[in-house]
């Protein structure tokens, strides 16, 4: 009987990859991982991602035989506020206001030379500590690491996942993100997830191959099985731009017979999911101003015994007209196989003001046509501002 066990520790994913505890185990500013504003990793901030984390700059440390840590226990607070105005195709307005939604106390940083962690206090589904460790080394020909982790939303490549395009569900371009952003659409890039991943990093490229269970425990039984993650990605340097080109696979057919503390998606029956797909992200600099572009395609997704088969992509992309202004768009594209009521298209510009490296403030807006639309309906309609904090 194969058990896999993410034991009282209950590791979770953090709810924002702007943890301000790197910043102070690095004594750098934030925007020395980020790129244009926060959640978003340039490749320095890849890079200290893809150390687990070990990474200091020259803050004191407690050191020993077997032992290396920062002498400074670091902690940082993300969240977020969002007030959206939607109207629906019959012409319904409603208006929302979320007040510091997606709030975490985040800690972690380097355990040792080659081993660190992310933590989150408060998880949910009755969690108490959730987070991520990993364990990983430098090679010549590249990094090898492995890493424990266990989410309530942000999905199987939630692990080890870096990049901008919307497979890991904090780091994305636009804040509205299941009508700007594929992955995060079909729930590719989101929901929850138990397992473990090992990894490649070097040489411009990136390789991860994690098995899961589509359910966030902090013990579950995976005697039925698992599913399996794959994401492979390489980056290359053309002219002074980087440019990365990826794809990956969701299969499995798994069944959760148990969660000891939890809860598993047994409404949403995502357990034999199928889905295939790529990404592309550019980012570099035009006139001086710097600018990131990522697209997403999904190729297949099946799951619920096929009972739901869907694909499509999107397209976005964001300048910084100021260093600390940025104005964006993207247009997403979704098609229902077994319903085509239920195709759209959406359209979406968009804004983002760093007031500080850590205070961002965006505001979006969304125009959706739908591919079949009902006589006399109008295009719905969503209009969203945010304010984010870390500290």
């Given at each position: 009987k194969i058990i896999a066990t993410v034991a009282a520790l209950g590791i979770l994913t953090t709810a924002a990859e702007a943890t301000p505890a790197f910043a102070k185990q690095m004594n750098a500013e934030c925007m020395s991982c980020h790129y244009q504003n926060i959640p978003k990793l340039n490749s320095f901030g890849r890079d200290f991602k893809m150390s687990g984390f070990t990474m200091t700059g020259g803050v004191p440390e407690v050191t020993g035989n077997h032992l290396s840590i920062p002498a400074t226990f670091n902690l940082g607070f993300v969240t977020k506020t969002r007030i959206q105005n939607i109207t629906d195709a019959a012409g319904a307005t409603e208006n929302t206001v979320e007040i510091y939604d997606e709030s975490a106390l985040l800690f972690g940083g380097k355990l040792g030379e080659n081993a660190g962690a992310s933590f989150e206090m408060g998880g949910g589904d009755g969690i108490a500590l959730s987070g991520k460790m990993i364990f990983t080394k430098e090679f010549g020909f590249g990094r090898l690491g492995a890493a424990v982790y266990n989410t309530d939303a942000l999905g199987?490549?939630?692990a080890t996942e870096m990049f901008t395009t919307g497979l890991y569900r904090p780091v994305r371009?636009?804040?509205?993100?299941?009508?700007?952003?594929?992955f995060?659409?079909?729930?590719?890039g989101a929901g929850r997830a138990t397992g473990l991943a090992a990894y490649y990093y070097g040489n411009g490229l990136f390789v991860s191959v994690a098995q899961f269970l589509p359910a966030h425990a902090q013990a579950a039984d995976m005697s039925q099985g698992f599913n399996t993650a794959i994401r492979a990605a390489y980056t290359a340097s053309l002219s002074g731009w980087n440019v990365t080109l990826g794809g990956f696979s969701l299969s499995g057919d798994t069944s959760a017979i148990d969660t000891t503390v939890g809860t598993i998606w047994s409404a949403d029956n995502y357990f034999d999911r199928t889905a295939s797909g790529v990404d592309l992200q550019v980012e570099g600099d035009i006139a001086g101003m710097s600018f990131?572009?990522?697209?997403?395609?999904?190729?297949?997704?099946?799951?619920?015994?096929?009972?739901?088969?869907?694909n499509g992509f999107h397209v976005d992309a964001?300048?910084?007209?100021?260093e600390h202004l940025g104005v964006k768009i993207a247009y997403l594209s979704y098609n229902d196989k077994l319903n085509d009521a239920k195709d759209y298209s959406t359209m979406s510009i968009g804004s983002n003001w760093s007031m500080y490296q850590n205070v961002d403030f965006a505001v979006e807006y969304s125009v959706t046509t739908m591919g079949t639309?009902?006589?006399?309906?109008k295009d719905p309609t969503a209009l969203l501002l945010l304010a984010e904090i870390a500290f």
């Open positions: 199987a490549f939630a371009q636009f804040e509205n993100r299941k009508i700007t952003n594929i995060q659409k079909t729930g590719i990131m572009s990522t697209a997403g395609v999904v190729i297949k997704d099946t799951y619920n015994n096929k009972t739901t088969d869907d964001q300048l910084n007209v100021l639309p009902a006589a006399g309906s």
